[in-house]
């Protein structure tokens, strides 16, 4: 177990992967911040689970691309967490939201790019702080691998943006590496049952069957969650390193024109 002073903050962490991170940092003894959009509901159930199982977690309504909610939120964060944080999971993403994108077209990368700088400049004095900590950022195979594949038109502004955003972090490594900060990277495959594969499915038919027949059994979003989580503690992974959950990435080089990310 974790010392309890230990603080995880997951954004995105409401739902599927973030909340499935969330839990495990929480069993493993972190307490743990999850932020969430617009669903307090969803947000607060997932709290109150977290508590029962006799974890520490709290809630902050946070939209991620705005500075004064980014302000807000670490201000909670610190007083919460007595000053520190140990862990930053990067997983709030978005890009296909239909009425966010009539506001701004260029959402996609505000959200997945933007945002994630945001977050990580809003977190870096708790970071510091702690003495030493670990970023994941959270991506999905084919945005970890945008350039080098075949793109669903639908979901290509996310995998550029996404791919932007880990770029973007990865040329921050030398400054974190000056704070004990490493940087990790997990991707992964179609997950089931999460919303992002299933509104592409709507699109472009088949695609899920086709990962499938590629790699067999496809990860769930727990057990995308519990990776996320086991790296984000695994000291002795380096900065830098590339996580894979579900097939290898050498399973989507060759002409993928079904693929999907999660």
């Known amino acids: 177990m974790a010392d309890a002073t230990l603080v995880a903050l ?9 909340a499935a991170t969330a839990q495990a940092l929480a069993r493993a003894g972190y307490r743990v911040v999850i932020t969430y959009r617009n669903k307090q509901a969803r947000a607060e159930e997932l709290v109150d689970r977290i508590r029962q199982q006799g974890g520490q977690a709290m809630a902050v309504c946070c939209d991620i691309t ?21 862990v930053l999971v990067l997983n709030a993403s978005g890009g296909l939201e239909r009425d966010l994108l009539a506001a701004d077209p260029d959402y996609p990368m505000h959200i997945n790019r933007d945002a994630q700088l945001l977050v990580l400049a809003g ?45 973007a972090l990865r040329a921050r490594m030398k400054e974190l590496a000056r704070s004990n900060i490493r940087l990790l990277v997990i991707t992964g495959d179609l997950l ?13 038919p088949g695609v899920m069957a086709h990962r499938r ?3 067999g059994q496809l990860p769930t979003a727990e057990q995308m969650g519990e990776a996320v989580a086991a790296a984000a503690l695994d000291a002795s992974r380096p900065s830098g390193q ?20 999660r």
């Open 192 to 204: 089931e049952g999460t919303i992002t594969p299933k509104l592409l499915e709507r699109a472009a």
């Open 10 to 18: 997951v954004t995105g962490g409401s739902r599927g992967v973030g």
């Open 213 to 215: 027949g590629v790699i």
């Open 123 to 167: 977190a870096l004095p708790l970071l510091s702080a702690a003495g030493r900590g670990v970023v994941v950022f959270v991506t999905s195979h084919w945005a970890h691998l945008y350039g080098q594949i075949e793109q669903l038109p639908s979901y290509e502004p996310i995998a550029a943006s996404k791919y932007a955003g880990e770029l």
């Open 66 to 86: 705005r500075h004064a909610d980014g302000d807000a939120l670490f201000a909670q964060v610190h007083t919460w967490g007595g000053g520190r944080l140990d």
């Open 242 to 261: 590339t996580v894979v959950v579900g097939g290898t990435l050498e399973s989507m080089l060759p002409h993928s024109p079904n693929g999907s990310p």
